[in-house]
């Protein structure tokens, strides 16, 4: 496979915006690169470019696997990784916006847990 090329400035923008929208304000976004199994069959491993941002205790990342074709997950202290149910996604935009989703609902249970407890 080609490498994957690195978010572009309309990519970086949507993500940035989206974000922003989301919390009500500036949220440090970190670009990095991860190798990912793209293949369920095979070992091989692809570097991937990689968007993370932090909040409220969790680890968001949004994995370029393609082009137009992004992976979310989300991560919690205690190793806890979360997906959104749907393994990629072809609009960026849709893929931020259900992790957000995830991560609110994760917020939310996790909220009340520890209110019935």
Request: aromatic share 8%; with cysteine.
């Amino acid at each position: 496979m080609d490498q994957i090329a690195d978010y572009n400035d309309s990519e970086r923008w949507i993500i940035r915006t989206t974000v922003r929208e989301r919390y009500g304000k500036e949220v440090e976004l970190m670009m990095a690169d991860s190798e990912l199994r793209l293949d369920a069959g095979s070992t091989e491993l692809t570097p991937c470019p990689t968007t993370v941002w932090e909040d409220n205790g969790a680890s968001l990342a949004i994995f370029k696997t393609d082009e137009d074709s992004y992976r979310p997950q989300s991560f919690y202290k205690g190793h806890q990784q979360y997906g959104t149910g749907k393994k990629e996604f072809n609009d960026l935009g849709g893929c931020i916006i259900t992790l957000l989703q995830v991560q609110a609902d994760h917020a939310t249970k996790s909220k009340n847990d520890s209110v019935g407890h």
